[in-house]
């Protein structure tokens, strides 16, 4: 089995992205993607975020033809309903207090670039569970003050203060985060590369 020696591409520029990378240890570098994400009517979550995540990959992978490209697209859901940033403070109060007590689908869709396999982008998915505690109206606002949940899917992350919201975890951490990391080694490790 070949070790991984090429810096990976990561098509984000999302902080918690570069974090599960950056404290895997391996070596990569960040390149925005302009693909414009759009939600196609009827299509499955999990088809829908490896889709997106498909089209980031695609459109840095032309710049870095000869890279491996990383891409990650995360939504969560609850009832039926997909949860992505919220618009503002009062959407992310009213979120939040949807999800006090409940158990949350968190679904992750990974994209990956692979120049030495006839440059093919193979795609899969990941899927986790988010318990959160049952939140008080001051839990939920001293939250939403501190700016942590504005940037993130259903106006919540499991690092930071938002670990204290959850009650726990069942999946994968990284996912969860936003980036499979076991998946993006699964792929690999099938076509004789490993991270480690």
Do not use: C
Not at 14 to 20: A, D, H, I, L
Not at 139 to 165: C, E, N, R, T, V
């Amino acid at each position: 089995m070949k070790l991984l020696s090429k810096i990976i591409i990561l098509a984000s520029t999302s902080p918690r992205r570069k974090e599960v990378l950056r404290s895997s240890g391996i070596k990569f570098k960040t390149v925005p993607s302009d693909f414009e994400e759009k939600i196609t009517p009827g299509m499955s979550v999990e088809k829908l975020v490896q889709n997106l995540a498909y089209g980031k990959v695609a459109v840095v992978a032309k710049k870095y033809p000869r890279h491996i490209v990383v891409g990650a697209d995360t939504v969560v859901v609850f009832k039926d309903k997909i949860y992505g940033k919220p618009i503002n403070k009062a959407d992310a109060l009213r979120t939040l207090k949807k999800f006090s007590g409940k158990r949350v689908k968190v679904v992750s869709g990974i994209a990956l670039y692979f120049w030495q396999r006839n440059k093919r982008i193979f795609t899969d998915v990941d899927i986790s569970f988010v318990h959160f505690k049952k939140l008080s109206d001051s839990d939920i606002k001293g939250y939403i003050k501190s700016g942590q949940p504005m940037d993130k899917a259903g106006s919540f992350g499991i690092q930071g203060l938002g670990l204290f919201l959850v009650d726990k975890l069942e999946g994968n951490y990284s996912a969860i985060m936003g980036l499979p990391l076991l998946k993006v080694a699964g792929i690999l490790k099938k076509f004789n590369i490993r991270i480690l």
